[in-house]
């Protein structure tokens, strides 16, 4: 069992782990500075306030979908609304990260159906879209800030996983944007990030 991987609750099937995709946003944290927080992401209708705001929001609803305590976090559209970063989120975020990872450690998240961004889907596959999430959104920051990002390869590939078309893409619609073609033989993580809809050459200077 490595690091990214811990049993699930049969004890037959690992189940993977999100501390160190939670751990690689938490490094870049240090690095965004105030006068940071208006530039530009990947994500057009996003600066970097509203991905770290954004991070916190879904860290939230994906630790209660793993306690299975649903309702106001669980229920809402991460779209009803623009994400408004709190005042304290240096140290809201890591918080809140940590507790997102344990609560998909604990005992039944994995298992039984759950709810998050308003959608009733099954644990296994909640805990996945919140990996997802974190190596996604910890890549957007980390271009958008200029710090190095390097995911660890049980998590990009459970992203890729997860992000590659299927016969059946209702799953992608409205959250993942047309996937963006990379050149045979591209590193994993850009392979994963054309999968999410996004350029893996973006820089800042393409939003000006």
């Known amino acids: 069992m ?16 999100l501390r160190s995709a939670a751990d690689g946003i938490v490094r870049l944290l240090p690095h965004i500075g105030d006068e940071k927080l208006g530039d530009p992401t990947p994500c057009p209708a996003y600066a970097v306030r509203e991905i ?3 991070i916190h929001g879904l860290a939230t609803a ?26 304290d989120w240096r ?3 890591p918080q809140r ?18 709810q998050a961004g308003g959608v009733t889907l099954p644990g296994a596959v909640a805990g996945r879209v919140a990996l997802n999430e974190l190596v996604i959104h910890g890549w957007d920051l980390a271009r958008a800030t200029g ?15 997860l992000l590659t078309p ?26 994963i990030v054309g999968l999410s809809g996004r350029r893996p050459g973006w820089t800042p200077a393409d939003a000006r």
């Open 2 to 17: 490595t690091a990214s991987a811990t049993p699930a609750a049969s004890g037959a099937t690992p189940v993977p782990d």
């Open 52 to 54: 770290l705001a954004h």
């Open 62 to 87: 994906f630790r209660d979908a793993a306690r299975k305590d649903l309702g106001p976090t669980t229920e809402g559209s991460p779209d009803d609304e623009r994400p408004v970063l709190a005042d």
């Open 91 to 93: 140290t809201a975020i």
């Open 97 to 114: 990260l940590d507790e997102l990872v344990e609560a998909w450690r604990g005992p039944g998240a994995w298992e039984g159906m759950t």
């Open 147 to 161: 710090r190095p990002y390097a995911p660890d390869e049980a998590s990009m590939a459970v992203s890729r996983e």
């Open 166 to 191: 299927t016969g059946d893409d209702g799953m992608r619609e409205g959250i993942f944007g047309p996937v963006v073609a990379v050149p045979d033989g591209a590193p994993l993580l850009d392979r």
